[in-house]
């Protein structure tokens, strides 16, 4: 069964622009034009239906704790690795049913 994942709030309870909103994608290496790095590149959905849909838990939760591979953020200040959306709290969900492809006559 497909999985999406959902973002809540930040882990210090702070709510965000992505608070309430589904995954599609995520860029960890993103940097801006001018060089700049605030944890990568998010995008999010309202509809459950724009998802991206992982193929189980434990895939969807790896992108979650997905960080950059670039040498100059892939560890934080104190050495651990840099894993920026594990900043949020997040749930794994069903990913919503297909619509039906059938036409009614």
């Known amino acids: 069964m497909s999985v999406v994942l959902l973002f809540h709030e930040r882990s210090d309870g702070q709510r965000t622009e992505h608070s309430g909103r589904y995954f599609v994608s995520y860029q960890p290496t993103h940097h801006w034009a001018n060089g700049d790095y605030d944890g990568g590149l998010l995008v999010t959905a309202a509809d459950a239906r724009e998802a991206f849909q992982f193929a189980d838990a434990e895939a969807a939760l790896l992108a979650w704790k997905r960080g950059p591979s670039c040498r100059c953020h ?32």
């Open 74 to 105: 892939c560890f934080r200040p104190d050495g651990r690795p840099n894993r920026p959306l594990t900043a949020y709290t997040v749930s794994v969900e069903p990913a919503p049913a297909a619509a039906s492809m059938e036409t009614k006559a």
